[in-house]
């Protein structure tokens, strides 16, 4: 019987603090050193769902792990190793509390604004004439803050550098590196018949310089289309074929629920938590080429625990 992993728990040798996020649990070790649990809950509107998703925290981790591996030569990132198919370990950096949004396509939180007749989004000017999922002339960004509760909110270029959220100097090399993760990534698809339509990257200060953090090009944080078809949809006004967790917010926005206030989260049957999953492992094997191993969950718990003492120990990040 498949189990999902939607609580951590945990005391490691040298731990200092946790951090509970929507779906990622931050184990902080020592000063310098952190460990990172992708679980099975899902997020949707700033909300998680009351269910967790089979398998979905080792896809997130591994997807994050194939990317983070093929941008080291753009910039460090912050991963040391990957002890468990859920599990990361690497170094704890200061936060940016912005995260970079690039958008290379007319969809999502774009295409709702733009369709309420909103033409700029973050202090950028959006074209006119546009339609959904219609590919921008160049990509754009779109920042947003990060929020620690609640809600992530729209921000502008203008307005990080007046609150003090990063250096002009600072801000302008997050916006090259944004180009040029997006630019690999958007190759990296390529090569697998996707595109990838829009993704979000956070970024955080070590020893003086930026380094990449979390994850990259995940389900939960990037939208991918079908290359085969996309112009034809396009000409016939048909909807896209895509894989991310859209298609997890429009069942949401079906059944009455964006996360607004009021409003109450829908029961989410078996056969849909199935389809995510199944949605899931999907993409994990379009985008990296390679077949999805199921890790075992029988002893979840347990096998973190040692996996990640084990590489505790081995890069000497205990004593």
């Not at 339509?197 to 990449?212: A, N, P, R």
């Not at 938590?273 to 390679?290: M, N, P, V, W």
């Amino acid at each position: 019987m498949m189990k999902s992993l939607t609580k951590t728990d945990f005391n490691f040798p040298e731990q200092r603090e946790v951090y509970k996020g929507k779906v990622r649990d931050v184990y902080f070790i020592g000063e310098d050193h952190l460990v990172m649990i992708a679980s099975d809950r899902i997020s949707a509107f700033d909300h998680i769902l009351p269910v967790g998703i089979p398998y979905k925290g080792q896809v997130l981790n591994q997807v994050a792990t194939h990317f983070l591996k093929a941008t080291e030569d753009i910039l460090p990132n912050w991963l040391m190793d990957v002890p468990d198919p859920n599990v990361a370990v690497g170094y704890r950096c200061d936060p940016i509390r912005i995260e970079m949004v690039i958008r290379g396509y007319l969809t999502g939180h774009a295409w709702r604004e733009y369709s309420a007749g909103r033409r700029i989004l973050c202090g950028v000017e959006m074209p006119e004439g546009m339609k959904e999922n219609d590919k921008f002339p160049q990509p754009i960004i779109t920042p947003s803050t990060k929020a620690v509760e609640g809600h992530d909110e729209d921000i502008t270029r203008d307005e990080i550098l007046s609150k003090g959220y990063a250096t002009e100097e600072v801000y302008s090399q997050l916006e090259k590196y944004t180009h040029l993760l997006y630019e690999r990534g958007t190759e990296m698809a390529a090569d697998r018949g996707l595109i990838l339509v829009d993704t979000k990257y956070e970024f955080g200060m070590k020893d003086g310089s930026i380094m990449l953090m979390d994850e990259i090009h995940t389900p939960d944080s990037s939208r991918y289309f079908y290359a085969e078809g996309y112009e034809e949809r396009q000409r016939n006004n048909e909807q896209q074929r895509q894989l991310s967790k859209e298609f997890v917010r429009q069942w949401l926005i079906e059944n009455d629920f964006q996360g607004l206030e009021g409003q109450k989260m829908p029961e989410i049957p078996k056969d849909f938590i199935a389809l995510i999953t199944e949605r899931y492992i999907e993409l994990f094997e379009k985008i990296t080429g390679s077949g999805f191993v199921k890790a075992n969950t029988t002893n979840i718990n347990e096998r973190i625990m040692k996996n990640t003492v084990d590489s505790l120990n081995d890069k000497k990040i205990i004593k």
